[in-house]
């Protein structure tokens, strides 16, 4: 059974780093692209970065670059998304989310591509 787990979320005071993690089980891991995405209350559920299955291409959204950054160990089946410098605008449930869409080299984070979802963990930035 396909399995998305995603930990590390918390109460964080603005400026600080949090590192989610998301560990994955059930499936071939390293042939599925996997990305990041949130939702706060009232808003759209948005792309925060996502990470080719080759491990070579990632992608951010415009709000966090230079603050986020994603990885992934494939011996582990875990990806990391380690975010600094965090303000109360990213305060939202986080959720990875894994795709066999696309290609070895691709790493949209368009939600549509994603099959599968974990449950999510939450991430409160405030003083």
């Known amino acids: 059974q396909l399995q998305l787990v995603e930990s590390g979320g918390g109460l964080v005071q603005p400026g600080g780093s949090l590192r989610l993690s998301c560990a994955a089980s059930?499936?071939?891991?390293?042939?599925?692209?996997i990305g990041w995405f949130r939702q706060a209350p009232g808003k759209e559920r948005e792309g925060v970065s996502c990470i080719s299955s080759n491990n070579g291409s990632t992608d951010y959204a415009d709000s966090v670059k230079g603050r986020f950054a994603i990885s992934r160990d494939n011996a582990k089946n875990t990806v990391y998304l380690q975010m600094n410098s965090l303000k109360p605008e990213d305060s939202a449930v986080y959720y990875c989310a894994a795709s066999s869409l696309l290609t070895s080299t691709q790493a949209m984070c368009i939600s549509w591509f994603y099959e599968y979802w974990g449950q999510g963990t939450q991430v409160t930035v405030s003083s």
């Open positions: 059930g499936f071939t891991f390293h042939y599925y692209t």
